[in-house]
């Protein structure tokens, strides 16, 4: 078998496409993938060495041949029970990155012999143990190993690699459940299906290509009832969404608002009542006011030896009213907030109407006041 690095053998038979040593062997290191990967890119792209593969899902055995020969995903491991009839398992790895409660951004690594814990009701984020080298007419899908969907977890939606994609993944993963959800570092996370497109590619011919095996499915997981699933994620234990939990919180929060809300209004009725009452006692107390300020003014007119007097009292008197309408226009204006609307129209309209009278009698007061010197004039001494 020729190095890794050597370039395709040429075609004994002369009709023109590239020839490349069978590999029999998984690569070993990251960078023998490359260099096998490389093989079927760059200036060589598109080059399919299995051209008799047909555009289709491929089957375990297919799916072990493109892995040998193009490292089209590193590492790869078929020994351990990680490769079904038709996807491939793969862990977690790299890094575990989440946001907790106070919206600070966690990242740590992934250890083979270590756990990640996803919070409960959460969306965290895990990165995958194997690096992709996808030739152009190989795409990828994938989906959460079922164990952990038997278990309440959720994968993040679009689980497709496109063709020609090299680099490791991010997986999304939603934990729905009302308990934290730990994951090893060495079980399975997701199960993969790789599908070769029908994208048009250059034949490239490998020589003394391996037989590969398929791998069935295995017997004991067929006609199995709902318990033997659960049985195999959770022993039974109960699968609890935190959605309830959180609606019933919710709801619960709510109602405390609404009575709250209830309370308060009643509160605020009873207050602006009150406040209501003792503006319309005082408007009134002005009007009888105002009757006894008329009085005066009446008794300067009639009682010309007396009107001095009264009429100061009298000019006195509507000083105070006008000083007790400012005091009461204040208070109405600071209840707006909480009266109700034609309540306060009216109290505003009285208090228009008490303005207008308190002017007509300053305005009569001091006819009468003027007059009053006159008549003192007239009578007076000569």
Same mark, same amino acid.
């Given at each position: 078998?020729?190095?890794?690095?050597?370039?395709?053998?040429?075609?004994?038979?002369?009709?023109?496409?590239?020839?490349?040593?069978?590999?029999?062997?998984?690569?070993?290191?990251?960078?023998?993938?490359?260099?096998?990967?490389?093989? @079927?890119?760059?200036?060589?792209?598109? &080059?399919? %060495? $299995?051209? =008799?593969?047909?555009?289709? +899902?491929? /089957?375990?055995?297919?799916?072990?041949? @493109?892995?040998?020969?193009?490292?089209? &995903?590193? %590492? $790869?491991? =078929?020994?351990?029970?990680? +490769?079904? /009839?038709?996807?491939?398992?793969?862990?977690?790895?790299?890094?575990?990155?989440?946001?907790?409660?106070?919206?600070?951004?966690?990242?740590?690594?992934?250890?083979?012999?270590?756990?990640?814990?996803?919070?409960?009701?959460?969306?965290?984020?895990?990165?995958?143990?194997?690096?992709?080298?996808?030739?152009?007419?190989?795409?990828?899908?994938?989906?959460?190993?079922?164990?952990?969907?038997?278990?309440?977890?959720?994968?993040?939606?679009?689980?497709?690699?496109?063709?020609?994609?090299?680099?490791?993944?991010?997986?999304?993963?939603?934990?729905?459940?009302?308990?934290?959800?730990?994951?090893?570092?060495?079980?399975?996370?997701?199960?993969?299906?790789?599908?070769?497109?029908?994208?048009?590619?250059?034949?490239?011919?490998?020589?003394?290509?391996?037989?590969?095996?398929?791998?069935?499915?295995?017997?004991?997981?067929?006609?199995?009832?709902?318990?033997?699933?659960?049985?195999?994620?959770?022993?039974?234990?109960?699968?609890?969404?935190?959605?309830?939990?959180?609606?019933?919180?919710?709801?619960?929060?709510?109602?405390?608002?609404?009575?709250?809300?209830?309370?308060?209004?009643?509160?605020?009725?009873?207050?602006?009542?009150?406040?209501?009452?003792?503006?319309?006692?005082?408007?009134?107390?002005?009007?009888?006011?105002?009757?006894?300020?008329?009085?005066?003014?009446?008794?300067?007119?009639?009682?010309?030896?007396?009107?001095?007097?009264?009429?100061?009292?009298?000019?006195?008197?509507?000083?105070?009213?006008?000083?007790?309408?400012?005091?009461?226009?204040?208070?109405?204006?600071?209840?707006?907030?909480?009266?109700?609307?034609?309540?306060?129209?009216?109290?505003?309209?009285?208090?228009?109407?008490?303005?207008?009278?308190?002017?007509?009698?300053?305005?009569?007061?001091?006819?009468?006041?003027?007059?009053?010197?006159?008549?003192?004039?007239?009578?007076?001494?000569?």
């Amino acid at each position: 078998m020729l190095p890794p690095s050597d370039p395709p053998i040429p075609n004994a038979e002369g009709n023109g496409l590239p020839t490349f040593p069978a590999e029999t062997e998984y690569a070993l290191t990251d960078d023998v993938a490359e260099i096998r990967s490389a093989r @079927y890119q760059g200036d060589k792209l598109d &080059i399919d %060495p $299995f051209p =008799d593969i047909p555009p289709a +899902l491929l /089957s375990s055995e297919h799916i072990k041949a @493109y892995v040998r020969q193009t490292g089209m &995903i590193h %590492p $790869f491991d =078929d020994d351990k029970g990680r +490769l079904k /009839s038709a996807s491939y398992e793969v862990n977690a790895g790299g890094r575990f990155i989440y946001w907790d409660e106070a919206g600070c951004k966690k990242s740590v690594p992934v250890a083979k012999d270590g756990t990640i814990t996803l919070p409960a009701n959460s969306i965290s984020f895990v990165q995958i143990d194997i690096t992709f080298r996808l030739p152009q007419y190989i795409a990828v899908r994938f989906n959460l190993r079922i164990t952990h969907v038997h278990r309440g977890l959720l994968l993040g939606t679009g689980p497709l690699v496109d063709p020609g994609f090299h680099g490791t993944l991010l997986i999304p993963l939603h934990n729905l459940t009302s308990d934290e959800y730990t994951i090893r570092g060495d079980e399975g996370l997701i199960w993969m299906e790789f599908t070769k497109t029908s994208h048009p590619s250059k034949h490239g011919i490998v020589t003394n290509r391996p037989v590969a095996k398929f791998d069935p499915t295995e017997p004991r997981k067929n006609n199995q009832p709902p318990e033997y699933y659960f049985d195999r994620a959770s022993k039974n234990r109960p699968i609890r969404s935190s959605i309830p939990g959180v609606v019933a919180d919710a709801n619960s929060k709510a109602q405390e608002a609404v009575d709250a809300a209830t309370r308060a209004e009643r509160t605020n009725k009873i207050f602006v009542g009150g406040g209501l009452l003792a503006v319309a006692g005082v408007v009134v107390g002005l009007f009888s006011f105002f009757e006894s300020v008329k009085a005066n003014v009446i008794a300067a007119y009639n009682l010309a030896s007396t009107v001095s007097v009264a009429a100061t009292q009298a000019g006195a008197d509507a000083k105070r009213a006008q000083d007790d309408v400012k005091d009461v226009r204040a208070a109405v204006d600071a209840m707006a907030a909480r009266a109700p609307a034609e309540e306060l129209q009216r109290l505003r309209a009285q208090l228009e109407e008490t303005r207008v009278e308190v002017q007509v009698l300053r305005r009569e007061l001091d006819r009468a006041i003027a007059r009053s010197g006159a008549t003192k004039n007239d009578t007076g001494p000569r």
